[in-house]
């Protein structure tokens, strides 16, 4: 399995433009979840799926963050309209359903918002 | 609501050192509790994972350890390299289904 897969890697986005950060899941993991990294608050969780069904979005920002599971294997995270502070790099990582199991992180989309 | 603290936020130690890298969380109600490296500008790289069950887990120099009870886990590192070199986040599962992370240690192994 190729790992959990984020695109793009690099994203530089003028202010007021729409956003959109993809994640493919290691296949057969149920869990999904996406983090923002900043130098000032570290990674915070945004929010987290179990089976396709968002369980805890309480650390979504504001209402211009909104994520969707359209299939068991893939996510998005949408930023709109997006703004400076919003500059971060993005993960998501994937887990399986079983209790005991390590979760995965794909490599991340650096976001710019100029 | 389950705190995850890293102490110290930054260390440098001489290559061949053994050193220490501290974790410490606020509710000892956790299912696991796990130690990831990550390189600048890279993703995080999962290095060891410890059961609530567990008190230690060694993948070749390092040993992590976990004290359940007092809210506390140290990664230890033998014979540092300058490989080593990253920063270290360590995280826990609390009772759903959540990862919480602390803000990790950056260590730079001095050549």
């Known amino acids: 399995d190729a790992g959990v897969i984020q695109s793009p890697r690099h994203e530089v986005t003028e202010m007021g433009q729409e956003v959109t950060l993809r994640c493919k899941l290691i296949s057969g993991h149920n869990s999904l979840f996406w983090y923002r990294q900043t130098m000032m608050r570290g990674l915070e969780l945004l929010i987290y799926?179990?089976?396709?069904?968002?369980?805890?979005d309480s650390g979504m920002p504001e209402d211009r963050f909104s994520a969707k599971m359209p299939n068991a294997s893939f996510s998005t995270l949408k930023i709109q309209p997006s703004e400076p502070r919003d500059s971060a790099v993005y993960f998501c990582a994937s887990r399986p359903e079983t209790m005991n199991t390590e979760a995965f992180f794909g490599q991340g989309t650096r976001l710019t918002v100029v | 609501k389950q705190e995850v603290t890293q102490i110290p936020a930054a260390l440098s130690v001489p290559e061949g050192e053994n050193l220490v890298l501290n974790c410490s969380f606020t509710?000892?109600?956790?299912?696991?509790l796990q130690w990831f490296r990550q390189d600048p500008g890279k993703g995080l790289t999962s290095l060891l994972l410890i059961q609530s069950s567990q008190r230690e887990q060694t993948s070749g120099r390092l040993n992590a350890s976990l004290d359940k009870s007092s809210g506390r886990s140290t990664l230890y590192i033998a014979a540092s390299q300058p490989g080593d070199s990253a920063t270290y986040l360590c995280a826990v599962r609390p009772g759903d289904d959540k990862i919480i992370f602390g803000k990790g240690t950056r260590l730079h192994i001095l050549p």
């Open positions: 509710d000892s109600a956790i299912y696991n």
């Open positions: 799926f179990n089976n396709n069904v968002p369980i805890d």
